[in-house]
C-alpha cells in the first residue's frame, strides 16, 4: 500500500504532465484560431464584440444633495428603507422605464 508522502509525490508529477499537456493543445489551438480568423477575414470586432458602455439613465433624484441613482444596484442611504415613488425624476413618474418602454402592470394574486 502506497502512502501517503507517493500519493502527493504522484499527484504532483501527474498535475506537471496535465499542464504541460494543456499548454501544448493551448498552442495548435490558438494555431488553428490564427489560420481561421486569415482564412474567413474576420474582424477583431466580429471576434471581440466591444463592452457596453452606455451609460443608463437616472431614475431617481435626490433633491437635498442633487444625487441620482439609476435604480440598479444597492439603494444609497438617501432613499434605502423610502419610499422609491416620491424620488422618481419626472421623467420617469409616468411608469416609463429608462430604455423609454412602458412598465407591465403588476400581477394579481
Keep these: 500500500m ?3 508522502q507517493e500519493y502527493q509525490k504522484s499527484t504532483a508529477s ?3 504532465e ?4 494543456r499548454r501544448e493543445h493551448a498552442e495548435r489551438v ?7 480568423i486569415i482564412e474567413f477575414g474576420f474582424r477583431p470586432e466580429q471576434l471581440m464584440p466591444p463592452p457596453c458602455t452606455a451609460r443608463r ?3 431617481y433624484y435626490n433633491p437635498a444633495s442633487g444625487a441620482t441613482w439609476t435604480g440598479r444596484g444597492r439603494p444609497p442611504d438617501w432613499i434605502r428603507d423610502k419610499d422609491f ?3 422618481l425624476l419626472p421623467a420617469n413618474a409616468d ?3 429608462v430604455s423609454g418602454a ?5 400581477l394579481g394574486r
Excluded: F, M, N
Design 18 to 21: 496535465l499542464d504541460k499537456i
Design 102 to 106: 412602458v412598465a407591465p402592470e403588476p
Design 85 to 87: 415613488s416620491l424620488y
Design 57 to 59: 439613465r437616472a431614475k
Design 30 to 36: 490558438l494555431q488553428e484560431l490564427r489560420e481561421c
Design 2 to 4: 502506497k502512502s501517503y
Design 14 to 16: 501527474l498535475r506537471q
Design 95 to 97: 411608469g416609463a422605464t
